[in-house]
């Protein structure tokens, strides 16, 4: 109920951009199910931009069209929702994706990887990228420079070593 009175009370004013930052976390699964609805249909009815800030992979796919992965403050991979899930291309999100169970019914025999290692502090960032010290992908240009966002395939993604395409 206060997920839904704070959603109310951020839509009194009439906005065109709505910013959620976890709007689901502690909640059961059938009142997630209901915030996905209600912000859904806030977007189509009131014509609102929604912005989320999860750490729920599937709860922003159900939610968002498109989907910006971060790392250490930075965007490392940015595509739309069903493509970067389906195939990741920066090595963070492939990690991400690994460390995720699969979803509810769904039956996987792979084991749940975790990502090699810990973020780094943010008063420490790496040189380079900030990633590296934690990829198997890292090479010595990754140290060198911070990759910037490029286009690949319909996607951005910041990597001189991105995974290759299925």
């Known amino acids: 109920m206060r997920q839904r009175a704070l959603i109310a009370m951020a839509v009194a004013c009439g906005p065109t951009i709505l910013v959620a930052d976890e709007p689901t976390s502690a909640l059961d699964p059938v009142v997630q199910a209901e915030i996905v609805v209600l912000l859904r ?3 189509r009815e009131r014509g609102i931009a929604l912005l989320v800030a999860t750490h729920d992979l599937a709860f922003a796919a159900r939610l968002c069209d498109r989907l910006a992965v971060l790392y250490a403050g930075r965007i490392v991979e940015h595509a739309g929702a069903t493509e970067l899930l389906a195939r990741p291309r920066h090595p963070y999100t492939a ?32 040189s380079g990228c900030r990633f590296r010290d934690r990829c198997p992908r890292a090479q010595e240009d990754c140290a060198a420079h911070d990759p910037e966002l490029a286009g690949i395939g319909g996607r951005e993604v910041a990597c001189f070593h991105p995974l290759e395409a299925p």
Not at 98 to 111: C, I, M, N
């Open 41 to 43: 249909s806030l977007q």
């Open 95 to 126: 990690g991400l994706m690994r460390s995720l169970p699969p979803p509810l019914g769904a039956s996987s025999d792979a084991p749940l990887e975790p990502v090699a290692g810990s973020p780094p502090p943010p008063w420490a960032l790496p």
